[in-house]
């Protein structure tokens, strides 16, 4: 079992940064391949992938929408995600979800929401224009 709490959302101006952060309690984090989902407003059946990192850390993926502007991280020995996201949009406005699979389960594509066995609460990240 993984508990997932996901901090670091707030409103910002475009152009500001955020980090998130998602702390995972359980033994077994490095066990879990980690991925950053987010729900916009008004798309509550639209969970969009955002970025996800194996591991290890070793790899990483990437929205097309977030590239080269965000950039996730792991500490396995603090059992913690991160979500470092910069240059930040108004359609980058979402509630941000923190979610753990097993790997020895979910299969090799990282970007699938439905591949992942747990979720945070979600985070509100709030972008103006």
């Known amino acids: 079992q993984v508990h997932l709490v996901e901090s670091g959302g707030g409103l910002v101006q475009a152009g500001a940064s955020l980090r998130l952060s998602c702390a995972a309690s359980?033994?077994?984090?490095?066990?879990?391949?980690m991925g950053w989902f987010r729900q916009a407003p008004g798309k509550e059946r639209e969970r969009e992938f955002v970025a996800a990192i194996s591991w290890s850390g070793g790899s990483t993926y990437y929205a097309d929408s977030v590239k080269g502007r965000f950039t996730i991280s792991r500490d396995n020995g603090k059992k913690t995600v991160y979500l470092e996201m910069n240059s930040l949009k108004p359609e980058d406005t979402a509630v941000y979800y923190c979610?753990?699979?097993?790997?020895?389960?979910?299969?090799?594509?990282?970007?699938?929401?439905?591949?992942?066995?747990?979720w945070g609460q979600g985070t509100q990240v709030t972008v103006s224009s």
């Open positions: 979610a753990a699979g097993d790997i020895a389960t979910m299969g090799l594509d990282l970007t699938i929401r439905y591949a992942y066995d747990y």
């Open positions: 359980g033994r077994t984090f490095s066990s879990y391949a």
